[in-house]
């Protein structure tokens, strides 16, 4: 059941993923780019990881201007390297760090959850509600949207499978 969710999550993140216009980490591309790494690591199939590799691509030839969004897209960069997802030098990362004047924090990937015990049919249920009623590119975000569900899914062990 937990990995048929995470593959209707999936593929829902995939077909939708051209309605997001924002590439940050919480609630744009770099989110979903992350959750496709995370889940092919859990046993999906290798061609997410691709996919993963064409948004940070978009993301890398777009680069934001403002600092929240730089700031955000550096995070993830950072993680995805330093957790072996994509094979780069973190150097590339020395002249957008200078343009930021916070330093820059660990993603907390692996804390990732569910507000509360849940049981897999209420999940199917809600993940079902989710995409028969995607409105807004923010249903498919990190940030309390699909991507946010199926990386609780795969962080979460005590999930039945």
Not at 6 to 35: E, R
Not at 72 to 83: A, H, K, P, R, T
């Amino acid at each position: 059941m937990r990995n048929t969710l995470l593959k209707q999550i999936a593929n829902t993140l995939y077909i939708n993923v051209q309605q997001v216009s924002q590439n940050d980490l919480f609630t744009g591309k770099m989110g979903i780019a992350l959750f496709f790494y995370e889940y092919v690591r859990s046993g999906g199939s290798f061609h997410y990881h691709e996919a993963a590799d064409r948004l940070i691509e978009m993301i890398w030839e777009n680069l934001p201007q403002t600092e929240n969004e730089l700031y955000e897209i550096v995070q993830g960069i950072n993680y995805l390297i330093s957790n072996k997802y994509i094979d780069a030098d973190p150097d590339i990362l020395e002249e957008i760090y200078e343009s930021i004047p916070y330093p820059i924090e660990e993603i907390p990937i692996k804390h990732f959850s569910l507000d509360r015990e849940v049981s897999m049919k209420e999940l199917e249920e809600y993940v079902n509600h989710k995409i028969q009623h995607l409105i807004y590119s923010k249903d498919l975000s990190l940030d309390n949207g699909l991507a946010g569900l199926g990386m609780a899914l795969i962080c979460n062990k005590s999930i039945p499978h």
